[in-house]
């Protein structure tokens, strides 16, 4: 994250590396996060594990104006698996 200035607003306030919670991360859960799944095989074998890639996000807020840039910690591999078909399971 290399942010020096909002586009928004032309400010060089920004508060950055801040991690995105939700009501959950505050009772011992994960922070917010998205999630690719393996699709199923058309012929399954018997002993089948689905793989999954997970990311958290990282937040940048601008001070003056507000405005917010979500950051996926793990972006490469998220791609990796998009590009193999794998989906958002919800």
């Known amino acids: 994250m ?3 200035k909002c586009f928004e ?3 060089s306030d920004i508060v950055s590396g801040l991690t995105v919670l939700t009501e ?3 009772s011992g859960g994960r922070p917010a996060y998205v999630n690719l ?4 095989p058309e012929k399954k074998p018997f002993l089948w594990i689905r793989e999954e890639v ?11 104006c507000g405005y917010t840039r979500l950051f996926a910690k793990n972006h ?3 791609l990796e698996a998009y590009k193999k078909g794998y989906t958002s399971p919800i």
Do not use: L, N, Q, V
Not at 37 to 40: L, R
Not at 54 to 64: M, Y
């Open 37 to 40: 799944a393996e699709p199923t």
């Open 2 to 4: 290399k942010d020096s």
């Open 54 to 64: 997970k990311s958290e996000f990282h937040a940048a807020i601008r001070g003056t």
């Open 76 to 78: 490469a591999e998220i």
């Open 9 to 11: 607003c032309g400010s």
């Open 24 to 26: 959950e991360t505050t």
